[in-house]
């Protein structure tokens, strides 16, 4: 039975981990995602679970002592935000290529510079290719619910690779909504208990992690990782099925929002997802079809499925919430039209940049990027495919 709460992102988080009882959690604090080490330790010292909670002195000590807790067979996380994301770059490597399914609640904070605490997606974005899963949630309950799914995608045989979910800095993180908790029996059932197969604490069969590999052999390693990413897809959609049998949510790889019949698409990550959504619904009033595509999977980045989602309408607009600092566009914008070439599907596209250091994206300049669009395929217009939104002149 659902239980009907108000919580805000960290807290939802919080609560899907003390309900998953992981066995360690090391953490070192960082706006915004202090709240979730913080909470957790209070659960912790109330007697509400045993997990082994250790402070550390930085971020890349949190990440070096969850991947030895991981190593050695306990179920290990942390969590943090920005330029705590980058003080452990080196060790996110690590983790994915010795395929440790560890888990990492990320709220997304810029990264420096000039130093901003606010929301965008340049710290996630920054550790694209570091072979982690990367899971992004629109609101609080897709937060709560990616995490609690987080294990059992990271832990499956054909995976084993760690997990990063993400959610908006304070946008998510720190806004009270209401939420659909699930009870404590329900979480643990559905997530399981973690049996490694090989762990470096089991007694008679000694293993090694990490070990220096030659040329010889870590080529084929890094295939075999990247094989791993590929089959984390289907997983997903796996344990989406579960979960949906347990909670009634459903989850995929992205979400389509009255796409079936759209003429425009806006293809965006996160919480400005509710934003364009309220867009599309006036618009739709006028009889302007638009629609949304919400990505919810990045890593594995699911390049068929999305070139086939796009491919019936006559425009899109791809959203960026990071700088790639190419010159040419953001990493959706790269990605996102590369999909649709190798797929040959000739839409037209816009990449846009909104929303860096959290400045805000409204429903009216959605409105705006949808009529250029429009502009676009019906007048022929060509505007700028690289632009920033909402830029003080």
Not at 71 to 92: D, H, I, N, P, V
Not at 205 to 223: D, I, L, Q, R, T
Not at 285 to 291: E, S
Not at 352 to 366: H, M, N, Q, S, W
């Amino acid at each position: 039975m659902a239980v009907k709460e108000r919580m805000s992102g960290n807290e939802a988080v919080s609560y899907a981990i003390r309900q998953i009882n992981p066995d360690v959690m090391p953490a070192f604090p960082i706006t915004p995602s202090t709240e979730i080490p913080q909470m957790v330790s209070t659960y912790i010292a109330n007697g509400e679970m045993d997990t082994e909670f250790i402070p550390v002195e930085s971020e890349h000590s949190s990440m070096s002592a969850a991947i030895g807790a991981e190593a050695a067979g306990a179920r290990s996380l942390t969590a943090t935000s920005s330029a705590g994301l980058a003080l452990m770059w080196e060790e996110l490597l690590l983790a994915a290529s010795n395929r440790l399914p560890l888990v990492l609640a990320l709220v997304n904070r810029t990264l420096s510079g000039p130093i901003n605490i606010n929301c965008d997606h340049s710290d996630s974005m920054g550790a694209r290719d570091t072979g982690w899963i990367q899971i992004y949630a629109e609101n609080n309950q897709e937060a709560y619910d990616n995490f609690i799914q987080a294990y059992p995608i990271a832990e499956n045989e054909a995976v084993h690779l760690p997990v990063m979910i993400c959610q908006d800095g304070f946008i998510t993180s720190h806004a009270v909504e209401n939420i659909e908790l699930m009870e404590d029996n329900i979480v643990k059932k559905f997530v399981g208990e973690y049996n490694p197969e090989e762990y470096l604490l089991n007694p008679g069969k000694p293993v090694s992690a990490g070990p220096y590999s030659v040329s010889n052999y870590a080529m084929e390693a890094k295939k075999n990782q990247e094989t791993a990413l590929e089959n984390s897809k289907e997983v997903i959609l796996e344990v989406a099925k579960k979960f949906k049998k347990v909670s009634g949510r459903e989850y995929g790889l992205f979400e389509e929002y009255k796409t079936k019949d759209a003429d425009y698409i806006m293809l965006i990550m996160g919480s400005a997802a509710g934003t364009a959504k309220q867009a599309v619904d006036e618009m739709r009033a006028h009889g302007f079809k638009a629609g949304v595509l919400k990505l919810r999977v990045f890593r594995p980045f699911p390049a068929d499925e999305l070139a086939k989602a796009l491919s019936r309408c006559k425009a899109v607009a791809i959203m960026d919430r990071c700088e790639s600092y190419n010159g040419n566009g953001g990493p959706l914008g790269s990605e996102v039209t590369s999909a649709l070439f190798r797929n040959k599907v000739m839409v037209e596209t816009i990449n846009y940049i909104y929303g860096l250091a959290g400045r805000d994206f409204t429903v009216k300049e959605t409105k705006a990027v949808f009529k250029e669009l429009e502009d676009m395929a019906v007048n022929g217009k060509q505007p700028a495919q690289y632009q920033y939104i909402g830029l003080r002149k």
